[in-house]
C-alpha cells in the first residue's frame, strides 16, 4: 500500500501482448516493501505470467489477508479489484467471491503467518474444497510487520536476526497442500524468475485448486546467517525437479528450455504444460510419489522447486456444487423467486 | 378421588410429555399437537430438550388454547410422565387438581403421588410387550399407544389423528396400517378401563382459520430462498442447524434449472463460523446475496469479519438464533441475549442493524428484507430470531409475496455508468445519505475498479491514515445508519383503551406472552400502552414515546436488560424512566411472569389502579 501513485507515463513502444495490453497494464502501485524483498520479485512475475497469458486484467479478483505479503496485490494489475480482508481469512473471502462469479480469475495472495499460523485452517479447506483458484504464499519464515518474530514455516534450529535459536517444527505447506489433495502443487524460489513466471501462468490455467509455495527472502529480518530462508542459503539448497513452459493454445510462450526429456501436461481447459525434468524419474501425476519426494529431499535439507505436482482433470468446486453456467451474481427475482403460487401451496401443506 | 377437585376445561390447558432423550417420542408428542389443530383448536407446543443426543431428560409442552395464546403459560395440567429419571420433579409440576398419566406396568409406590391431582395409569410396557417382539418397535409403538389413550381420555377425534398418520406415511402402507393398529391399541384399553373423558377436553373448533404452523427456522430459511440469497455458509451450532438445513431442502426443491438439473445456489458448510462469514462477505462483495446463520458463540467468532463489514461495506446477512449464554451457557435454552454483542460487534465504533422477527410469519418477510437492506446499506444484518421462534412450530398468518417485487440491489455502478463518465469514488457520498456507490469485480477494463480494505482510505478508496480523512468516513457512516432508520422495519404501537402514563417496550419472541399479559394486567386495572421494536437502529418513534410516558417497562430475556441499555444509550434518556423486566431462566417468558413483575412493580410505585378508582 502506498501514498504515491506510479505515474501513467510510459514508453509508446513498449510490447503489447495479443490483447493489445503492455506490462504498464498490469502494474500496480509502487511498492512499498522493503528494497529487494522478495515479494516484490513475486509481483513482477505476477504480472509477467498474466501478461504471457494475455488475461484481461480487470478479470482478474485479487484477494489477500494481513502482512507484508498481503500487501502486493496492490502493487500488480491496477485496474483490478482487490480485497485486503483479515489475518488468515483470504481463503474463505476468496472461495466466497468464487462462489458469486465462476467467470472471474482468483488470485489469493498470502503469506506464512498469514496461511501456516492463524489462517492454517482456512488454507486447508479451501484447498480440500478445491475451489478454483491460484494460491499462492510468500514465504519467507518471518513476520516483517512486526520485525523479525518466527512464523511457522520457520525451520527449526534456523535463528532469527536477535539470534533466538527455533525450537518449534516448520510446518511444510506444498507437503500438506499434497496430502489435502490440491490438484496443482508447486514450489519456487522468488528470485527465479524464469521457474516461477511459467509456473504462475500454469497455476492460472489450472482448473482447482492451484499452490505455489514460494520462498521469498525477506531482507529485513531472515537473510542473515543461521536462516534458512536467507538468499544465499536457498540459493545453495536448492534442488529444481523440472522446468516448466505454458502453452495456452496460442503461440508458446518462449522460455529457455534445453532439449531433453520433455513431458506434456494437458489441462482442463485444453492447455498445455510442458515439463523438462531434470531427475529424470520425476512423475508430476504421482501425488504419493510427490510426497515421498518432497519428504526424502526435505530429510536431507534440500528445497524441492518446480511443479511437483498436477492433475489435468481436476474438478473444481462449483462442479462438487453442481452449479449453474451462469454466474449466481447475475441471478434475479424471476430465476431465484419460487414466486407465490409456490408458496400458496406450501402454506397449505402446513396446515 | 383427589382431595382437590380436579381441573376442568374444555381446550384451554397444557400438557407436558417427559420423556428420555432419543426414545422417539417427539414425532409421536407432535403428532398431538397437530392432532389437535386438526381440531381447529390452536396450540402453542414448545420443545424443552438438553444439549445432549440420548439418555437426558426432554419434554415437550402443548398449550392448548382456544384464545390463540401462543406464548407460554407456566403450570402443567397434564403430565405424561414417562422418564423415571425426573419423576419426581415432573409430579411436583403438575397443578393442584391436575393428572398424571403414567405407564402403570410396574407398581409404584403411593409416596410417588400426591393426593390433590388424578393418577392415571395405564400399563403401556405390559401393552407394547405383548404385542411387539422388536425392542426398537416396542420403544417407537410405546409413544404412539400413549397417543391412544390419551385421545380417549382428552375427547378427541381419531380420525383426525388417522388422517395425519396417513400424511406422515403416505406410500408406506405398512408403517401407517402398523401406527393406526398401535394408536387404537391405546385408546380401545382407556376406553375400556378408564373413566373417559377426563375434565381437560378437545372440542372441536374454528379458531385456527388459514393460519399455518411452522418453526422460525424453516420460514426463516424459506425468507432467503424467496428474497434471493445464493450462497449460504454455514457451521453447525444449535439452535441456528436447521435453518441452514431447511434452506439446502428449499432449494433442492425450488432452485434447480429444469433444463440442466443444476443448482442456482451454493451452500458450503464451513470449517467454522469464522468461514462461514468470510464466505459470505467474499460472495456479497462480488455481488451475491449471501448469509450465513449461527447463534451467540458464532457471533462472537464472527466479530472481527462483521467489522470488515461495517467498516469496508460490504453486504452480509446473519441469522442469529439466540441461546443462553455467555460462553457456551445453556446451548439448547432460549434467551435475547445478544443484543448489544451484535449491535455493536467488533472492536472500534461499529453500529449494526438488527431485526427483531416476533414469529415465523415475520421470520420469512424480515429475512426476504435483509437482503435488500444488506445490498441496499452495504453492511451486516442481523436477524434476531432465538431458539423459542427457531426451534418451535407456531401457529401463524401464511407467508405471503408478492410477485411483482424485485430485489433492491442498491447502489452499483454498472459498466455503462461507468462508461457514461459518472464519477466514481468508492467511498463517496453522493446523494448524502451516507451511501455510496460501489462496483462489482469485473465491471469495467480501465474505470471503477478499487482495493477493499479494513484499514483507513479516502473517498476514491485510496489508503491514508490522514486523521480528518479517517473522521470524514466515520461521520458518513453515522449518516447511513441514519439513513437506516426509515428502512428498517418500524415499531407497532397499540395503546391501552384509557391515556395512560405508563407504557411498555418489548420484541421478538415476547410478542404472544406481552400480548396476553395486557389482558392480565387490565383485569387488575393497569393499562399500558405498548410498542413493540422491530429493528436497530431505532425509529423517531421509540423517542416520540419514551417521551409521552412517565415510565416505561422494557420487557426482555436476558439478566442485564440488553435493549433497556440500547435504548438509553442511543436515545440519551434518563435511565430511572426504564424499568426492566427481566426473565432469563432459558424457559420462554411467560403471561403470568409478566404480568406479575409489570403488576407489582405498579403496585409499588402505589399507583392506583384504575378498577379501584372507579369502583
Known sequence: MTYIAKPKFHHPGLKKNELGYTHRDYEGKISTLCAGCGHDSITASIIEACYELSIEPHRVAKISGIGCSSKTPDYFLGNSHGFNSVHGRMPSVLTGANLANRDLIYLGVSGDGDSAS???????????????????????????????????TADRGSKSKKGVTNTDNAIDLVAIALQLGATFVARSFSGDKTQ???????????????????????????????????????REHNDAVNRLDVLVGRDPIAVDY?????QMVEQHDGSKIAL????????????????????????KGQIVTGLLYVDPDAEDLHEHLNTVETPLNTLEADALCPGSAVLDKINASLR | MPDKKPISSVNDFVVRFANVNGSGSASANEMFARAILRHGVPVSPRNIFPSNIQGLPTWYEVRVTEDGHLGARGGVDMMVAMNPQTWDKDVAGIEPGGYLFYDSTKPMPSTKFRDDITVIGVPLTAITNSTYTDPRQRQLFKNIIYLGSLSALLDMDPKLIEQLIGEQYKGKEKLLSSNVHALHLGRDWALQNLKCPIGLRVKKSDKVGDRIFIEGNSAAALGAVYGGATVCAWYPIT????????????????????????????????????????????????????????????????????????????????????????????????QQCDIIACAYASHGDTKH????????????????????????????????????????????????????????????????????????????????????????????????????????????????EEGPVYADNMQRLVRKFETAQD?????????????????????????????????????????????????????????????????????????????????????????????????????????????????????????????????
Request: a neutral charge; glycine letters at 8%; one cysteine or more.
Open chain 1, 118 to 152: 492463524i489462517g492454517f485452517g482456512q488454507f486447508a479447506h479451501s484447498i480440500r474444497r478445491g475451489v478454483n483458484m491460484t494460491y499462492i504464499v510468500e514465504n519467507n519464515g518471518v513476520y516483517g510487520l512486526t520485525k523479525g518474530q518466527f512464523s511457522a
Open chain 1, 196 to 234: 516461477l513466471v511459467p509456473l504462475i501462468a500454469a497455476a492460472i490455467r489450472h482448473k482447482g485448486a492451484s499452490f505455489i509455495d514460494v520462498i521469498s527472502p525477506c531482507i529485513a529480518f531472515n537473510n542473515h546467517a543461521g536462516s534458512t530462508k536467507s538468499f544465499d542459503y536457498v
Open chain 1, 258 to 262: 534445453a532439449p531433453g526429456t520433455v
Open chain 1, 276 to 299: 523438462r525434468k531434470i531427475d529424470a524419474d520425476y512423475d508430476p501425476h504421482d501425488r504419493l510419489g510427490a510426497q515421498t519426494f518432497l519428504a526424502k529431499h526435505a530429510a
Open chain 2, 239 to 334: 439452535p441456528s442447524s436447521s435453518v441452514a438445513e431447511a434452506f439446502t431442502a428449499h432449494c433442492k426443491k425450488y432452485r434447480h434449472d429444469p433444463e440442466t438439473g443444476k443448482a442456482k445456489y451454493a451452500i458450503v458448510q464451513g470449517e467454522d463460523e469464522l468461514a462461514s462469514i468470510g464466505i459470505v462477505i467474499g460472495a456479497s462483495w462480488n455481488g451475491a446475496r449471501a448469509f450465513t446463520a449461527t447463534s451467540g458463540p458464532g457471533i462472537s467468532l464472527m466479530t472481527e469479519f462483521i467489522g470488515l463489514s461495517y467498516f469496508a461495506e460490504i453486504p452480509a446477512v446473519i441469522m442469529n438464533i439466540q441461546r443462553a449464554g455467555p460462553s457456551t451457557g445453556m446451548p439448547t435454552r432460549t
Open chain 2, 353 to 464: 442493524v438488527l431485526l427483531f422477527p416476533e414469529d415465523p410469519a415475520e421470520a420469512f418477510e424480515f429475512a426476504a428484507a435483509a437482503f435488500d437492506l444488506a445490498e441496499r446499506l452495504q453492511t451486516t444484518i442481523f436477524l434476531m430470531l432465538d431458539l423459542d421462534i427457531g426451534m418451535n412450530h407456531r401457529l401463524c398468518r401464511p407467508l405471503k409475496w408478492d410477485d411483482a417485487r424485485q430485489y433492491d440491489r442498491g447502489k452499483v455502478m454498472t459498466e455503462e455508468m461507468l462508461e457514461e463518465g459518472r464519477d466514481f469514488g468508492r467511498y463517496l457520498d453522493v446523494d448524502g445519505d451516507g451511501i455510496p456507490y460501489r462496483t462489482y469485480p469485473g465491471t469495467h477494463p480501465t474505470k471503477g475498479s478499487y482495493f477493499t480494505r479494513g484499514t483507513s482510505r479516502d473517498r476514491y478508496a485510496r489508503y491514508s
Open chain 2, 487 to 615: 428502512l428498517v422495519p418500524r415499531p407497532l404501537q397499540a395503546n391501552a383503551e384509557r391515556p395512560t402514563k405508563y407504557g411498555v417496550i418489548y420484541f421478538g419472541s415476547t410478542s404472544p406472552a406481552m400480548d396476553e399479559a395486557i389482558g392480565l394486567l387490565e383485569a387488575r386495572g393497569h393499562q399500558l400502552d405498548r410498542l413493540r421494536i422491530r429493528a436497530f437502529p431505532f425509529h423517531s418513534s421509540v423517542a416520540s414515546f419514551l417521551a409521552e410516558h412517565d415510565f416505561v417497562y422494557v420487557v426482555e430475556q436476558n439478566r442485564d436488560s440488553q435493549l433497556r441499555q440500547l435504548i438509553v444509550n442511543e436515545n440519551g434518556i434518563d435511565p430511572v424512566r426504564l424499568v426492566p423486566i427481566v426473565h432469563y431462566d432459558g424457559s420462554p417468558i411467560t403471561a403470568r411472569f409478566i404480568a406479575k413483575a409489570i403488576g407489582d412493580h405498579q403496585d409499588h410505585l402505589k399507583v392506583t389502579p384504575l378498577r379501584k378508582a372507579v369502583s
